[in-house]
């Protein structure tokens, strides 16, 4: 007899699920520059959202984005019709690809590159065109162009790319654009509150633009699970039709639309940016410790010895993320927070040189 899991489908059965790192472990008692978070809490204004919320009975109703929608829609400078909001950008993710990619069809994407993406392909049976950034995480823009070809469903542009930093010249993304106006171009902006580029603005210009966003980073709702997608109207009715009606929880859609007027999420942004990176930097550099110039909250390190160093750290407190693609497997990624949170880091890293380790 057939054992019930043989049942799934072969290409599930190969694939090993995604474990974020550090799984079992009590990350609540450490600096966790590992998974690119926001690392302060949120806002003191959300408290009495939330009190509302309760007192409401809103978590007892099925969510409703009647408000919200139109809200953030707004706030974005596009049409509610434009926007779908969705569990995470993950979400967002998984939807266009499970909308986009029968098995077979190719999706061509710089790699290594944030691996939710090769992750459902996989799931749905697509093929992966992989193409390697250079040795410094350069975007391999010719490459790229070149491996675009007649079974080619999807084309992703991570801009910039996780966990690489790499930035995706604004040319290259335009070329794309230009070139394939009957291909589907997903453009995922997760961390472009650090960058400051964005291009949503080009929504107009190319009906060919899918843009996914996401609440987790600069707002510090990775907890909560809220992203977006931008598209043409045709497109996001399309999407509807695979997203769940409730899949974005209340609580979300809440805080979401509280700190769409406040400032924190900005005041983070400047902070990490213009304090706690360049003071990262700088002290990698006077260290002699290779990094890879990155555009947003987040930055690969290649010390010595990789090992050693994040073993360091996480005994000094600090969970930093070792990578484990092929390219990467000499390096870790580390999420830059605030100046607070820097320095300790800095000072662990110091000690660690010192030390002679
Ligand atoms: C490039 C990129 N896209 C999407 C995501 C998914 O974020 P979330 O599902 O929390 O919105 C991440 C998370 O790290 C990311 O780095």
Redesign the pocket.
């Given at each position: 007899m057939m054992t019930i899991q043989s049942r799934i489908r072969p290409n599930i059965q190969a694939l090993t699920a995604y474990a974020p790192p550090w799984t079992g472990l009590d990350r609540t008692q450490y600096v966790r520059l590992d998974l690119?978070e926001n690392t302060r809490a949120l806002p003191p204004e959300i408290g009495p959202v939330l009190e509302r919320l309760w007192a409401g009975g809103s978590a007892s109703r099925y969510p409703e984005y009647r408000t919200f929608m139109p809200r953030l829609a707004h706030h974005l400078g596009v049409d509610e019709e434009n926007l779908i909001i969705t569990n995470?950008?993950?979400q967002g993710?998984e939807i266009l690809l499970r909308a986009f990619l029968n098995p077979g069809d190719g999706m061509v994407v710089a790699q290594p590159e944030?691996p939710?993406f090769s992750h459902v392909a996989q799931v749905i049976g697509a093929r992966v065109q992989g193409v390697p950034f250079d040795a410094e995480m350069n975007f391999p823009t010719q490459r790229f162009l070149d491996a675009i070809d007649h079974n080619t469903r999807l084309i992703v542009l991570?801009n910039p790319?996780?966990p690489t930093g790499s930035v995706v010249p604004l040319e290259t993304i335009r070329e794309v654009l230009t070139r394939h106006p009957d291909l589907p171009v997903l453009l995922?902006e997760?961390?472009y509150e650090f960058t400051g580029v964005s291009c949503l603005r080009w929504m107009d210009e190319f009906k060919n633009l899918i843009l996914?966003r996401?609440f987790?980073k600069a707002f510090a709702m990775?907890g909560l699970?809220l992203?977006y997608v931008v598209a043409q109207p045709e497109v996001i009715r399309e999407l509807y039709k695979v997203r769940g009606p409730f899949d974005v929880n209340v609580v979300a859609v809440a805080v979401a639309d509280a700190q769409l007027d406040l400032p924190h999420a900005w005041d983070y942004v400047n902070e990490v940016m213009t304090r706690g990176k360049p003071f990262t930097e700088n002290a990698l550099r006077e260290l002699g410790i290779k990094f890879y110039p990155a555009a947003a909250n987040f930055m690969l390190v290649q010390p010595e010895d990789r090992d050693a160093l994040v073993g360091y750290m996480k005994q000094n407190g600090i969970l930093v993320r070792p990578m484990v693609a092929p390219a990467l497997v000499k390096t870790f990624r580390l999420t830059i927070a605030p100046l607070e949170e820097m320095r300790r880091f800095v000072a662990v890293l110091r000690e660690y040189v010192g030390s002679g380790q």
């Open positions: 690119n995470g950008s993950d993710i944030f939710i991570i790319n996780n995922d997760a961390y996914v996401t987790s990775a699970r992203g």
